[in-house]
């Protein structure tokens, strides 16, 4: 019996929709607790293939919960959406709870999202314009709308009506475009109250019923933890924490319950938006990865920038989720390559710098050192037992566990759920 937090270790698409599909034929329960739709979790699985947005990757299983929790900020339209498309595909999704604390995306913050970006000019973050960044602001500033306020109509309108005079001020006094109406946001978000509310429960009281009677729960990380607005390359980052930290704030599970933090490690780097990536290759590697991988967002379709396994970041996300259990995805994906490099440190000026710093600017002009190691040219994505991986491979996953201080429990090789190597059980 144990509570086990799924973390991207690097900067999101790490293979997280994968691994928990994986863990989730043992959950009692499945918690998402942090992001919103700009999430994308690629699932496959005999049922077929599955880009989860919003909906946890417990899905199915019908004996798992699959609770989407406070820390999550919801956009019922988008939400109903991918319920109504998983249902046409034969996935029962009666065992879905939505958390009733959960801040909803309004149509200003898709709105206020896109106006913003435009604003940034060539400093755009790159967002996935799902409305995220406006929805965790104004939860934070305690303008928000949360799931439970939708319910009651006479509330949900009265809030609505100061908040949204507020927005319009913006739409159109500061941005110069058409105000939203009152009416048409009520009687939409009405709408979606009602076909909601079946789903809609306090949460917090569930799980702490599920972690008292000894439970499996997986607590499903969205993002990846160099996205984190404390600690990831700000501003170019999300608007929610990624971190394990972020997995007790999100979901009401307080820390002494967690037995294990789960960090999932993509065999290289990827990156989607804007901002610093050291070991990005814009050269014919960089290009291969992105091909032979198809490394292209699973929520924006946007061409993922691809690079060298950076062992600073590997080591920093390590150590600010405290991992204790590593998972490597997509080794498959390096199987024809010549030779494998990891980033060991930077240089910054004349400096050598080993840990992950705050400045930007640093970032962009920073130079990666490498190590080379010797490719292993065979494909394992049919292996199923560590000791058969090629041993060249098997001196860069040894290579990388020293480096990031984890070792990895699971090697996955090929996107479907069968491909993984389990060395040791996590649940
Ligand atoms: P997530 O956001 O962390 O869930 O990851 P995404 O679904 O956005 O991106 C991961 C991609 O890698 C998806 O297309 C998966 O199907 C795929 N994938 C996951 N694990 C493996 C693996 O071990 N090998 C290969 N080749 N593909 C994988
Ligand atoms: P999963 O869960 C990769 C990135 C965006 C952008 C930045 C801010 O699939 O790993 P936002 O819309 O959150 O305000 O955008 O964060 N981003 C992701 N990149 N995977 C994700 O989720 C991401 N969610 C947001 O591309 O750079
Ligand atoms: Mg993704």
């Not at 699985?45 to 798992?64: D, M, T, W």
Request: glycine share 10%; charged share 25%; proline share 5%.
């Amino acid at each position: 019996m144990s509570v086990v937090a799924v973390i991207g270790a690097q900067w999101g698409d790490e293979g997280k929709g994968k691994i928990v599909d994986l863990l989730a034929e043992k959950a009692d329960a499945v918690v998402r607790f942090s992001g919103g739709d700009n999430a994308g979790h690629t699932v496959i699985n005999p049922k077929g293939e599955f880009k989860l947005h919003i909906v946890p990757s417990g899905i199915f299983y019908p004996r798992a919960a699959c609770i989407i929790g406070n820390g999550v900020v919801i956009n019922p339209g988008v939400l109903l959406q991918e319920l109504d498309d998983l249902k046409a595909r034969g996935v029962n999704v009666d065992n879905l709870h939505i958390s009733d604390r959960a801040h909803l995306i309004m149509p200003w913050h898709i709105l206020l999202d896109g106006l913003e970006e435009e604003k940034r000019g060539d400093g755009a973050i790159g967002t996935t314009k799902k409305g995220i960044g406006p929805a965790f602001a104004d939860k934070t500033a305690r303008r928000g709308i949360r799931v439970c306020d939708m319910l009651d109509p006479a509330v949900f309108k009265a809030r609505l009506a100061i908040i949204l005079a507020a927005k319009n001020d913006i739409l159109t006094k500061v941005y110069n475009t058409a105000p939203l109406g009152l009416e048409a946001v009520f009687n939409e978000y009405w709408g979606y109250a009602q076909r909601l509310a079946h789903y809609i429960e306090d949460t917090t009281a569930l799980v702490s019923d599920l972690v008292r009677k000894g439970s499996n729960i997986v607590l499903e990380g969205a993002q990846g933890s160099m996205l984190d607005p404390d600690f990831g390359s700000y501003p170019f980052v999300t608007s929610s924490s990624p971190l394990a930290a972020g997995a007790c704030i999100g979901s009401g599970i307080n820390p002494r319950r967690i037995d294990r933090v789960v960090g999932i490690f993509k065999a290289y780097t990827t990156r989607v938006g804007g901002g610093p990536m050291p070991t990005e290759l814009k050269d014919d590697v960089g290009e291969y990865i992105r091909q032979h991988a198809h490394e292209y967002g699973a929520t924006t379709g946007r061409a993922r920038r691809c690079g060298w396994f950076d062992a600073v970041v590997g080591r920093y996300t390590t150590e600010l989720n405290g991992f204790t259990n590593g998972i490597l995805t997509r080794l498959d994906v390096l199987d024809e390559m010549e030779n494998v490099k990891i980033c060991v440190a930077y240089k910054v000026g004349d400096k050598t710098v080993e840990h992950f710093p705050a400045d930007v600017e640093a970032l962009d002009h920073c130079t990666p050192i490498y190590e080379e190691l010797p490719g292993w040219k065979t494909s394992t994505t049919d292996m199923r037992e560590a000791k058969k991986l090629p041993v060249n491979a098997r001196k860069y996953v040894k290579r990388l566990e020293e480096l990031i201080g984890c070792p990895f429990h699971i090697i996955s090789i090929g996107p479907r759920r069968e491909q993984s190597i389990v060395i040791k059980n996590i649940i």
